[in-house]
């Protein structure tokens, strides 16, 4: 009889949503880069313009910037950004709880297919 995996998805989505609450700063250094260079690109500006990386990312709130640092560039491809795009079109701190979430998500997705594929089914 094959197991439903009704639970073990709810129960992943709700343990990664705990971990992205609760670990609400971790991650948004970095992720400030990413989402200010797909805010530029989404309102029809430069996302490689340092004046302008620097405008958006010192506008952001519960950042923490050292004074020395001025713009934390984001050197990817523009492919990524466009990955970006529907975060961006969403305040910081919402964006970067849905990444952090996604990517909890999305870590714990692949770690059942490992397991799956090495022969492990949980049945004991």
Partial sequence: MKRSL??????????????????????KHDFAAYWSASYLLLHGQNPYDPEQMTAVQQSLENVNFEPTETV????????????????????????AFI?????????????????????????G
Avoid at 107 to 123: D, E, F, N, R
């Fill in 6 to 27: 009704f639970f073990p998805v709810a129960l992943g989505f709700v343990l990664s949503g705990m971990i992205a609450i609760l670990l609400t700063d971790i991650g």
């Fill in 99 to 123: 990444w952090m979430w996604f990517n909890i998500a999305l870590i714990g997705i692949c770690t059942y297919y490992c397991l799956k594929l090495a022969g492990q089914t949980g049945a």
């Fill in 72 to 95: 934390i560039n984001a050197w990817n491809p523009p492919w990524l950004l466009i990955v970006l795009l529907p975060v961006a079109a969403l305040p910081f701190e919402i964006g």
